[in-house]
């Protein structure tokens, strides 16, 4: 018992170093950000009507830390008891909500929640593979597109499913939002600047060329169908629909002209500063003027013969 104690006591001051290593890796500001979201989830789950929201909250918690930690094999090497010292740690990370639960009056949810602190550690670990999500009607060469999809495509679900909240109640406008949200986030797919050798898996410029503007048309012209789709039956006006249009004419244009842009740039820095600073406003403004469009297709025109001109000694 002794041991175990003394165990306890140098891995909580090493826990407790940990944190403050991380704190001020992170920050003052951060910190005090983490903090303040951090109390107001806990007053929300100490407020809940529901007497078990706080140990379902806690348990899930719990449950998340416990599978991703990745020093159990070091623990139950050169320590004993590691479940306890694992049970103890957990009620001392839920003690706020312990306290919550005491001061709400809810004594069996605070049970609970010890309860569940010192079951937790005896769970197994869960190992979730990676899949990969097919994506049959892209265009296959765009490998880029592919690589933003399957890391942000949970935002685009999600926003589709909120253009189709909003047609079920007659909002077409959640629907145009959301597509120019997506417009904006999809420039990440070709936002970072490629080294020369990246040209060189081209036969020529025109492939480049090629290779780039399928990509605007027929991935980008694919997630934003949906959206457009939607728009327009939630009952859209004309002017509604002619703002749908422009959005997503104008993500395909931008698409391709930050797909320039990159090549021409010299470091990342510059190229978000143009495309934050430069592209994102036009694109915005293209949606309520339509007229702009026309400045988008003389902006691609350019950057194309510029980028040709710079790289033609690749391809000689």
Known sequence: ??????????????????TLRVMSGVGIARCVVIVVLAMALLVVVAKADKPWVAPVASAVLLLFYNNERRDRRFLAVNLKHVKSLFACEYVLACLPFIVAEVLAGRGLGACAIVLVSAVVPSFSVVKIGACVIPLPFFYKGGVEYFRLFRRYGFLYLLMLSAAVMGAVYGNWRVAVVSLMAWSIVQFTAVASAPPLC????????????????????????????????????????????????????????????????????PNGFALAVCVFLVLVPLFACACLFQVLLCVFVVMDLGMALSAKSKFKRIWN
């Not at 991935?219 to 004309?238: D, E, R, Y």
């Not at 249009?245 to 993500?251: I, P």
């Open 198 to 265: 990246y040209l060189v898996h081209y036969q020529d410029f025109a492939s480049c060329h090629r290779h780039l503007a399928l990509q605007a048309v027929c991935n980008v012209g694919l997630v934003s169908a949906p959206l457009l789709a939607i728009a327009i039956m939630a009952g859209a006006p004309l002017g509604g629909i002619a703002f749908s249009l422009s959005a997503a004419v104008g993500g395909m244009l931008c698409f391709y002209n930050v797909g320039m842009v990159r090549l021409l740039l």
């Open 1 to 18: 018992m002794r041991l175990f104690r003394l165990q306890l006591y140098l891995y909580l001051r090493l826990r407790s170093r940990q």
